[in-house]
């Protein structure tokens, strides 16, 4: 037995909170949309996918953020992707530098910290 690689990353959200969902992880952060599965949609909530990136967002009542636990997204052209996240009204924040990435947080539309580290060029 040995573990192979993370399948997926699921993150809570209060119920009906798709549309503010779709808007950050597929229209802002490029993360396409796609359906859930026909026995899980009822519960609500909705997964996103790229390659092999895999987000769930999940509802959860009571619902509570998660402040501390994030996943973290490596990505290409961080200042960019920060651009467009605070044109479109989201609040990035850098951190202490962490050795060959540049790297920033943001939160999603419920309150989740999500982390965004770009690799420094060698």
């Given at each position: 037995m040995s573990l192979l690689r993370l399948d997926h990353v699921q993150l809570a959200m209060p119920a009906g909170g798709e549309d503010?969902?779709?808007?950050?992880?597929?229209?802002?952060?490029?993360?396409?949309q796609v359906p859930k599965p026909a026995h899980l949609a009822a519960r609500g909530g909705c997964w996103f996918e790229k390659d092999d990136l895999k987000i769930h967002l999940g509802v959860e009542t009571p619902f509570h953020p998660?402040?501390?636990?994030?996943?973290?997204?490596?990505v290409s052209d961080l200042?960019?992707?920060?651009?467009?996240?605070?044109?479109?009204?989201?609040?990035?924040?850098?951190?202490?530098?962490?050795?060959?990435?540049?790297?920033?947080?943001?939160?999603?539309p419920f309150g989740n910290r999500i982390e965004l580290m770009e690799e420094h060029a060698v």
């Amino acid at each position: 037995m040995s573990l192979l690689r993370l399948d997926h990353v699921q993150l809570a959200m209060p119920a009906g909170g798709e549309d503010r969902a779709a808007a950050f992880y597929a229209d802002t952060l490029g993360i396409s949309q796609v359906p859930k599965p026909a026995h899980l949609a009822a519960r609500g909530g909705c997964w996103f996918e790229k390659d092999d990136l895999k987000i769930h967002l999940g509802v959860e009542t009571p619902f509570h953020p998660a402040r501390k636990a994030h996943p973290a997204f490596l990505v290409s052209d961080l200042a960019a992707l920060c651009a467009r996240l605070e044109a479109r009204g989201y609040r990035v924040v850098e951190d202490q530098p962490l050795e060959g990435y540049e790297r920033r947080y943001v939160d999603d539309p419920f309150g989740n910290r999500i982390e965004l580290m770009e690799e420094h060029a060698v």
